[in-house]
């Protein structure tokens, strides 16, 4: 197991088009978050998923926005109708059961809206 | 609510100590993290600490951490110019069950040869 792997590392998009981003955890690992970062911020929480269920979705997401994890596996993240204001780094993390050993993240999707 | 804050920018020499000071809110925060973030970069987790705990050390960095004054820092021995990135302070948020991470801004370590 390589870690936490995220597909594409960048994607450049026209508004208004969609745009899908993928996240592989570790395997071992039945948790997964995806949080958003913008240049000189830190992370901000989107969603959190423990196996296939969505527990929690961050109020920052708005109903363009949608998340799964149908196999409790991989994730996936869907922005419909990009605006300018999407541009960022989505920052998917993974951890077990017990977080005492913190969350490994994986490298990010640029997002960049033009 | 819940709040973590950093200062944004420290500079150092190459070969002198540096410490990260982070301040944070949540007192019942169970568990706060120091993630290190190179330019272009995703996060890497250099260490943790349970908050019942004061110290702890792991090689050239240590980390106090001061409960009652919500007192996180970071130092790192004999900063070396690899040691050059964003470093974040996070504690676990108790908030639910998801165990979500709160973050500061991050501060920019710059190490001059």
């Known amino acids: 197991d390589t870690g936490v792997s995220q597909d594409p590392r960048h994607k450049i998009t026209k508004r208004g088009q969609n745009v899908t981003f993928r996240c592989d955890p570790i395997?071992?690992?039945?948790?997964l978050y995806w949080y958003r970062q913008t240049l000189g911020q830190g992370p901000e929480f989107l969603t959190y998923?423990?196996?296939?269920?969505?527990?929690?979705k961050s109020r920052l997401l708005s109903d363009r926005f949608s998340a799964e994890r149908p196999k409790g596996s991989f994730s996936t993240l869907e922005i419909q109708r990009t605006e300018q204001g999407d541009s960022a780094m989505y920052l998917c993390?993974?951890?077990?059961?017990?977080?005492?050993?913190?969350?490994?993240f994986g490298s990010g999707t640029r997002l960049t809206v033009v | 609510g819940e709040d973590v804050e950093q200062s944004l920018f420290l500079s150092v020499r190459e070969g002198d100590s540096s410490v990260i000071n982070c301040t944070y809110t949540?007192?019942?925060?169970?568990?706060l993290y120091w993630y290190k973030q190179e330019p272009g970069a995703g996060l890497q987790l250099l260490t943790y600490?349970?908050?019942n705990m004061d110290m702890k050390q792991d090689q050239r960095l240590t980390v106090l951490l001061n409960k009652k004054d919500k007192h996180l820092s970071l130092r790192i021995a004999d900063t070396q110019t690899g040691d050059s990135a964003i470093y974040f302070c996070?504690?676990?948020?108790?908030?639910?069950?998801?165990?979500?991470?709160?973050w500061g801004l991050g501060t920019s370590l710059a190490v001059n040869p």
């Open positions: 949540d007192s019942s925060s169970t568990y």
């Open positions: 998923f423990q196996n296939e269920a969505q527990l929690e």
């Open positions: 395997s071992e690992h039945n948790r």
């Open positions: 993390a993974s951890s077990p059961r017990t977080e005492n050993y913190g969350y490994t």
């Open positions: 996070a504690e676990s948020s108790n908030a639910g069950n998801n165990r979500k991470l709160i």
């Open positions: 600490i349970f908050s």
